[in-house]
């Protein structure tokens, strides 16, 4: 049971690894961006099963029986705050900051939705005897995190890309070794992630096109002596 305990760390670094050289590397396959988070959600699905959950409480107790770190909760956002840094420090991103805000808003709004509608949806038991542990948002943030700083800075900086996949894979084994997600919820927390990223650098293009076009978005802001607002509408 030895091997369990270097699994996770040594299957996301690879896939996080491979995912950071795509900004680097020409587009030959549109396919290439999907392999990472498409690998990580199916072997997390292998993973799905009774007799992987027996494996990883007797890892974690004969590990981590007493083990508590609450690095986690704030590891998950260590990827973003790396990009934030370095934007701040003047380093060359792919993308301005508007750009990026809202790439930023969309992928964020596709992980959120994704990982909290299937956790009410699927109701599984976390190790730890509470609900919703499929999959794990900590590890979606972390890698959503991870993937768009690859994408904003990778190419000039793959350091910092590896830094964040890094970390990203070290959110998902806390995760495991606070006993608070199985394998499988931290697996396809990592490719619910990577995808969300990917799909906003899809979409987000043509987003932005079609509301500059009708400008249908607009906004007002509201002043008044005791409150401060901002009125938003979309016009179909």
Request: with cysteine.
């Amino acid at each position: 049971m030895a091997s369990f305990k270097y699994l996770l760390l040594v299957g996301l670094f690879f896939f996080g690894r491979e995912h950071a050289s795509f900004g680097q590397e020409k587009k030959s396959s549109k396919l290439k961006p999907w392999i990472a988070p498409l690998s990580l959600t199916l072997s997390g699905l292998a993973f799905y099963n009774q007799s992987a959950h027996d494996k990883q409480l007797t890892w974690y107790h004969e590990n981590y029986p007493t083990f508590h770190s609450s690095a986690d909760d704030f590891l998950q956002y260590s990827p973003t705050l790396i990009q934030i840094g370095a934007r701040l420090l003047g380093a060359k991103a792919q993308h301005k900051g508007k750009e990026q805000l809202g790439l930023f808003l969309v992928g964020t709004g596709i992980y959120v939705i994704s990982t909290q509608g299937l956790k009410r949806i699927i109701n599984e038991t976390r190790p730890n005897g509470s609900e919703h542990s499929f999959p794990s948002g900590h590890t979606a943030t972390a890698f959503f995190g991870a993937t768009v700083l690859a994408k904003e800075l990778g190419k000039e900086y793959p350091w910092l890309a590896i830094t964040g996949y890094t970390l990203a894979a070290g959110t998902g084994y806390l995760r495991l070794a606070n006993n608070e997600h199985w394998l499988s919820d931290v697996l396809v927390g990592a490719g619910i992630g990577i995808a969300s990223a990917e799909i906003a650098y899809c979409i987000y293009p043509k987003l932005k096109e079609r509301f500059a076009k009708s400008q249908a978005f607009q906004w007002e802001p509201r002043i008044a002596p005791n409150y401060y607002a901002a009125s938003f509408s979309y016009h179909f």
